[in-house]
């Protein structure tokens, strides 16, 4: 029962982050149609900023003010310079999705190697205590910072579903999400609207990345596994489908702690039993759980 | 066969020259440079990967980033039946099963994505090597007990053996893109990546040619992978299966321009140059192989933005313009 628990509970804690990880891509790749590669390095570079502020004496939570509006500017004028030219010199958006995959794929490079000549940042793991201490749920102990990071996770993903439904902005960005040029045809501002949607999901990005650095040891080359979980949870809830992000987070997070606590199998077949539920996805239900 | 009807002029270009350059390759580690011969080893390399990239991925513009995978399954056919100690098959039967082996996983990965849109494609192949990687470190840790294996290396001359081989199957690659490029095939490569559902109404069943040309393709990375082990006998699935080395083709063949094949192979010669260079470099007493990757990077964005079809083409273009001046002024 305890090991239930601790599955359970432990899954959906680190799926909360997943979450909001898949979200940030959701939107890179459901609205600004950009198959983002370099996302997970977002994260990493989030994650280590946050590890240089609280070097520095900052609370690792207040460093999410800082992170994601930073991240926010970097992706919307990666998107404004960058991707827009390529958008705008494609024959069709096919050709636009290729080489935008491969665009992103060069920011991964840069993004990454810059982080690794960072002379304090190198290879090898960082780590530092925050909120160390335990809870107990149900009998099964919890480190605190794993709730918070969880908690804060999300409340970023609903405020930013609310911020969606609600704002003027936000409709803007679901009609480019439906179709982008009938919606710039209604006087939606669509290279601003598609930059928007990609610097907030790189802030999604690197806040997960600060939330992560709180309670695991974060190193350079740590992004690409999250690039991967993030690509499958949208698959799984179906491309461009935020609410399926959402859930196919948790999924994703039970899954992969289920298959680290049982014996014989570990945390190295984490990402194997991902890879295994999207093989199974593209054979049974390509369009994911929340697609139309 | 009416000789008088071959255009000898034309035959010489497309047979005599690769022919020549063929020979000359052959007869080059017997000049004994040593470098010289580590060099074409690391540009035969990446020459076979890009244009094995470009086969299928340069047509059809689904983009492939799983050429490590199969690279890294070749390295691991070699490092399972050709160990440093105990019973090992021939080299040559090695080097034919990973390309098997790679043959097979490609027709299995294209069978499961190919008949979805291209993004599913680019989606599942990212991650592909991350899969193997994770794999193949669980079973050798857990059920071997062990990290990673010695591949036997033949103590008489490794550089020429690895060369020959290498040399072999880059004259393979280049000659199967070739024809495929020629053949009804090729045409309907062309037809699939213009237009794919245009393609399906004229009657191409697109789902078995993209995936037999990806398993094509898959297969040199595989025999390539085999051949390389031999080289750096000692492997772990990290060294297997490295990501860079799907990156790498990628940006290889796209610099060079993929409309053509001696596209990726000018693309590959010049970025492994670079980063041979660059790698060994130790200028200002900094290491520079991290500078490699970022300088890797920006050119690859810059390339998507200025040169979206390659250095081929743009000297095509340069080229077509100085002649049409000349004989205009004529």
Known sequence: MDLFLNIVLGGLLIGGIYSLVAMGLSLQYGVARVLNIAHGEFLMFGAFITFWLQQNNVDPLLTIVIVGPFMFVVGFVLYRTIFTTIRLKSPNPGVFESNGLLAAFGIYLIVQNIARLVPDWGSTPHSYQYLASAVIIGGAPFQENRLVAAAFAVAVGIIFYIYIGRSRTGKAIRAAAQDASTAALMGVNISNTLALCFGFGAAMAGVAGSLISICYPINTVMGLQYTVIAIVVVTLGGLGSIPGSFIGGFILGVVGTAVSYTKWLGTDLAVPSYYLIFILLLLLRPKGLFGK | ?330
């Open chain 2, 1 to 330: 066969m009416d000789f008088n009807r071959i255009n000898w002029k034309k035959t010489f270009i497309t047979a005599g020259i690769p022919l020549i350059i063929l020979v000359v390759l052959a007869f080059f580690p017997l000049y004994g440079w040593q470098y010289g011969v580590t060099l074409f080893n690391h540009f035969l390399l990446f020459v076979i990967l890009s244009v094995a990239w470009t086969i299928f991925s340069g047509t059809t513009g689904y983009i492939s980033l799983a050429t490590a995978a199969f690279f890294g399954i070749g390295i691991y056919a070699a490092a399972l039946l050709y160990p440093s100690v105990g019973d090992r098959y021939p080299l040559y039967v090695v080097v034919l099963i990973g390309a098997g082996v790679s043959f097979v996983l490609a027709f299995i990965v294209g069978a499961i994505t190919l008949r979805l849109r291209g993004i599913y494609f680019a989606m599942f192949t990212f991650g592909l090597v991350l899969f193997f990687r994770e794999i193949i470190y669980w079973y050798e840790i857990t059920v071997k007990g062990i990290r990673g294996r010695f591949v036997y290396q033949d103590p008489a001359n490794v550089n020429n053996n690895v060369y020959y081989y290498l040399l072999v199957i880059m004259a393979l690659t280049m000659l199967v893109a070739y024809l495929i490029k020629r053949s009804k095939y090729g045409l309907a490569l062309q037809g699939i990546g213009e237009n794919e559902e245009a393609a399906a109404h004229m009657g191409v069943n697109i789902t078995m040619v993209k995936v037999l040309t990806y398993a094509v393709s898959a297969s040199f990375m595989g025999a390539v992978g085999a051949v390389m082990a031999t080289k750096w006998v000692y492997v772990d699935p990290g060294v297997a299966f490295n990501p860079m080395m799907s990156f790498s083709p990628v940006l290889m063949a796209i610099f060079g321009g993929f409309g053509s094949i001696y596209g990726p192979v000018i693309g590959a010669v010049i970025f492994s140059y670079i980063e041979e260079v660059l790698t060994t470099a130790n200028w200002f007493g900094i290491d520079w192989t991290q500078f490699y990757k970022v300088i890797f990077g920006a050119i690859l964005v810059a390339t998507i933005l200025f040169l979206p079809s390659g250095l081929v083409s743009l000297i095509q273009n340069v080229w077509r313009r100085v002649m049409g001046r000349r004989r205009a002024s004529a």
